[in-house]
């Protein structure tokens, strides 16, 4: 029976910031198992209770950092923040950033039932982070070898860190340690995919564990383009967009040799379709319909949840579906959802303050204001650093479409896909969306606005 685990630190430089702390649950959607949000105290300390089924790794994602702690149940961790560094404001708003990761320092590990402390030296996260010290600089060894075009040696540098760990009897760290291994003998060039898969990743899988998605993701990336252009998998491609027939589709992946079971092979399947849905080539209706038949007959109960999920998240920006779920203020502090712009067309703009191209639309969005008010709501997602700012630009262009300002939810940008600004998308009188991505003003958006009134009657 899952217990409870809890962490505490304290440190000065941290007073009135915020903690993100997640499980990651669906490796192939942002729907955490877990997730709360802390502000820490003025003296910087941070305190939080984590319910836990088995050991898991907890993410603590506060200003550059996504720190991280492998955490069992049963336990409260005293542990040591790194200095705190603020994100950018690019990064805060870059789709692309990647949080610095490293793992927490552990002070002390304490059994709640029994009270026992452990130091922190012999916690199995100080093990990992000295692994992991090693592992950085073995790997850069790799790397810089197969650059100059010299033979690598993995298995010589494997062998001495193994001499250091193999004595640690941790279930947990033993796999780190394999997954690790696996991808420095991917980076050094000179072993096959299904040895590496077979050896380093498999046999069983193990989604949870972030070392394992890691090697995972670096073995079957962009896995179908490659197998699809093979004679062996060239029939997966009319698998998906002409027949829909998920289960020959995810025999023909198990054909692999590298592939070593039906649910490493859903895996893949999963993995490639959240990425070729959005590259043009295969249908995205024919890849909702194999996420459909996932869902419905998955190899576990939980890829049913995960393929479901994925389906759920990639639809929802598919034309004649509802667009994901808006709830932000305004700038006098009132909360607009989408369902309050129903009964008429919503042009829906994702934009900053000082984005130059930005701002060539902007003067463009302000006339539909003043002529098509009667059909057409102007709604602006703004990603600006502070409210005042977004304030004071509204009222300096006397600027009058309806502004929401994102803070209150961050997420949109990535529920909406925001790669770039600006972005638009037009949703319906009803609430569905109608042109996703939408045209942008500057590129006759007026225009195919009045092309699709005058197809359904209305001018």
């Not at 997420?411 to 319906?428: C, E, F, K, S």
């Amino acid at each position: 029976m899952g217990q409870s685990a809890s962490v505490h630190a304290i440190s000065p430089d941290y007073s009135g910031q915020s903690i993100y702390t997640t499980i990651a649950w669906n490796p192939f959607v942002t729907i955490p198992e877990f997730s709360n949000s802390v502000v820490c105290s003025e003296e910087g300390e941070f305190e939080q209770l984590i319910p836990l089924k088995s050991p898991r790794v907890v993410q603590f994602e506060t200003g550059i950092y996504q720190a991280y702690l492998y955490m069992e149940p049963g336990f409260h961790y005293e542990v040591e923040l790194p200095d705190f560094v603020e994100k950018e404001w690019d990064h805060r708003i870059s789709p692309f950033y990647q949080s610095v990761a490293l793992p927490l320092t552990v002070r002390s590990r304490i059994s709640l039932s029994t009270r026992e402390c452990i130091n922190g030296s012999m916690d199995v996260n100080h093990t990992i982070a000295r692994f992991d010290s090693l592992f950085v600089s073995a790997n850069q060894q790799i790397i810089t070898q197969r650059q100059l075009g010299h033979h690598g040696n993995a298995d010589s540098l494997i062998q001495q860190l193994e001499v250091q760990f193999r004595s640690d009897s941790s279930l947990f760290f033993s796999d780190y340690r394999r997954f690790r291994y696996g991808a420095l003998k991917l980076n050094e060039g000179e072993t096959g995919l299904d040895i590496l898969s077979h050896d380093y990743l498999g046999p069983t899988v193990m989604e949870w564990h972030p070392g394992f998605i890691e090697l995972f993701r670096a073995l079957f990336k962009d896995f179908i383009f490659y197998y699809s252009g093979t004679t062996d998998g060239e029939d997966f491609r009319n698998l998906v967009n002409r027949n829909q027939e998920f289960r020959q589709a995810r025999q023909l992946i198990l054909k692999h040799p590298a592939v070593w079971s039906d649910t490493l092979a859903e895996m893949i399947l999963l993995q490639e379709f959240s990425e070729l849905f959005y590259r043009g080539e295969y249908h995205k209706e024919a890849i909702l319909i194999m996420l459909d038949s996932m869902a419905h007959d998955p190899v576990t109960p939980q890829f049913g949840i995960y393929a479901a999920q994925l389906k759920q998240k990639l639809s929802s920006l598919v034309t004649g579906n509802t667009p994901p779920g808006i709830s932000l203020e305004d700038l006098e502090g009132k909360t607009w959802t989408l369902s309050d712009f129903e009964g008429k067309y919503t042009y829906l703009f994702f934009g900053t303050t000082d984005h130059y191209g930005c701002m060539m639309e902007y003067p463009f969005l302000q006339s539909y204001i003043e002529k098509h008010a009667a059909y057409l709501n102007v709604v602006t997602v703004m990603v600006s650093e502070e409210r005042t700012k977004l304030e004071d630009f509204m009222h300096r262009n006397s600027y009058s479409w309806k502004v929401l300002h994102y803070e209150g939810q961050p997420g949109v940008l990535n529920d909406y896909m925001v790669r770039a600004y600006p972005t638009a998308y037009l949703i319906d009188r009803d609430g569905k969306l109608l042109l996703s991505p939408a045209t942008l003003p500057s590129e006759g958006f007026e225009q195919q606005l009045f092309s699709i009134m005058r197809s359904r009657g209305e001018i």
